[in-house]
């Protein structure tokens, strides 16, 4: 399930965030803006 | 202190509105240290299988509403599931025209969890929990996902939980409709899916309805809907969560219900609730209710018109003006002090200049000058508000930074700035509310 596996991601980063970083309104997850380039600078891309 | 753009954005512009955002208010919170250690106590003894309820009564635009949400993030943070819901001339605890069942609509609309504040966390809490369940499965049974052993495992451990809640009043059909939640996960049957969640939303209006579409003939009503709570409580707990915790605001709309008997009933409903959290009979949950003093205190219609609550409520022999028992089932907020008023500028302005990417140029002086003008107007000791100062306070940011050319320490001295002017008609001196001849 693509929700419950946003939801796991959001968890883990939400120490880091504080805030959650993926919204998942209909099919698909979104990474809020926001966050992209802390989230980038993360996993090194 | 770094805060994201999207939360500044949302407490900026709620704030300026005169709403308590819902997002972002670690941010800006100031004093209530008290009251929030009293509510957090509360917090643990529900996660060991208590239940508790409280009032917060304070006047309008005191703070209830936002501690109310001061209260959802901080428990949703401790793993609890948070319901809130507004009451409304459409949205009562009891009504003959479906507004009991209305609030729970708006309460299971409303179930946020720490990774879904927004609310609609309903599915996601169902998913999650039967996934985990099968994780769960994998890790202590060590069997491949794809056996009929392995699901035949998952289904025990679901049927444990479910079994469970078939003690409860309405358990065995809150338990029917999991079961049908879980074979239709399980198939893969999103139609079904969305006709169970449907049902958990309290959704369907006919019983021919409801067995049409899913085969049971029951549904959730307006007599109904908190034993269904009740239910959503222990279930949560099972499903990995620390409890459930309902916070129901502007309880002023059962005292304008013009009809004494739909108010007694109203009260009734509340009663019950009170009276089961403290005797054991719920379990997981925790109720908060926001009011004004005199929709609580009034005897002819507010809450203590409902003997058996006034009795319950009221302070007893030893409560007396500045001596505060924070244990009593009624919180009663006092005013914030200059000081907190004042750490409560010197954030907003912060979040301000952050939003609109500026240096801030306000200074203390010119917040200390600009607390000093507020309280200083005439009847501010009694009817200042913390949401009139707030608006005041941004709609100045905003006008210093569209117009940069203004010194802000003259500006405040001036008499151009306008204070916020209240148009609503709750904002009415108690004494001109309402008369009758």
Redesign the interface.
């Known amino acids: 399930m693509t929700s419950v596996i946003a939801d796991s991601v959001n968890e883990k980063l939400f120490d880091t965030f504080g805030d959650t970083v993926l919204l998942f309104d209909g099919d698909t997850p979104e990474i809020i803006e926001d966050y992209l380039e802390e989230l980038k600078s993360i996993v090194n891309i | 202190m770094k805060i ?4 500044a954005s949302a407490v900026i512009n709620s704030l300026k509105g005169g709403v308590v955002p819902r ?1 972002g208010l ?1 941010y800006i919170t100031v004093g209530r240290e008290t009251e929030i250690d009293a509510l957090l106590h509360d917090v643990d003894i529900i996660q060991d299988g208590g239940a508790s309820f409280r009032f917060i009564v304070g006047r309008y635009g005191s703070g209830k509403s936002f501690l109310l949400q001061t209260i959802r993030s901080h428990v949703m943070d401790r793993n609890f599931v948070v319901a809130d819901a507004d009451l409304s001339p459409e949205r009562r605890l009891q009504g003959s025209k479906g507004q009991g069942l209305a609030t729970y609509k708006e309460l299971i609309r409303n179930m946020s969890t ?4 927004d609310g609609g966390a309903l ?2 809490i169902l ?2 929990w039967i ?1 985990s369940v099968q994780t769960e499965t994998a890790s202590e049974s060590g069997l491949s996902p794809d056996t009929p052993e392995f699901e035949k495992a998952v289904e025990k451990k679901i049927y444990d939980v479910i079994g469970a809640l078939n003690e409860l009043v309405h358990g065995f059909d809150f338990a029917k409709l999991l079961t049908l939640y879980y074979r239709s996960y399980i198939n893969n049957d999103e139609e079904m899916k969305a006709k169970a969640v449907k049902w958990f939303r309290g959704e369907y209006s006919t019983k021919t309805e409801a067995k049409q579409e899913l085969g049971i003939n029951i549904l959730i009503s307006d007599d109904d809907w908190y034993e269904y709570i009740k239910l959503f409580a222990v279930f949560l707990k099972k499903a990995g969560y620390n409890g459930l915790i309902i916070l129901i605001d502007e309880l002023v709309n059962i005292y304008k219900v013009p009809n004494s008997i739909t108010r007694q009933y109203n009260y009734e409903k509340i009663l019950t609730m009170y009276n089961d959290t403290l005797q054991g009979k719920a379990k997981y949950l925790g109720i908060i209710m926001g009011g004004t003093p005199q929709c609580i205190e009034d005897t002819r219609r507010g809450v203590y018109s409902y003997e058996a609550l006034r009795s319950r409520l009221a302070e007893g022999r030893f409560g007396r003006e500045g001596v505060r028992d924070m244990l009593a089932p009624v919180i009663r907020l006092t005013p914030l002090t200059y000081e907190e008023m004042l750490v409560l500028t010197e954030k907003l302005a912060d979040i301000h200049a952050q939003l609109f990417g500026y240096e801030q140029v306000i200074t203390q002086e010119d917040m200390i000058k600009f607390i000093q003008l507020e309280f200083g107007r005439i009847g501010s000791d009694s009817h200042i508000t913390p949401r009139e100062v707030i608006r005041d306070f941004i709609e100045l940011l905003d006008i210093v930074y569209q117009n940069p050319q203004i010194n802000i320490s003259e500006f405040i001295a001036s008499d151009e700035m306008s204070h916020a002017s209240s148009v609503d008609e709750s904002d009415v001196d108690e004494e001109f509310a309402e008369f009758e001849l």
């Open positions: 994201p753009k999207r939360i997002i670690p720490k990774t879904r504040p599915t996601l998913d999650r996934s």
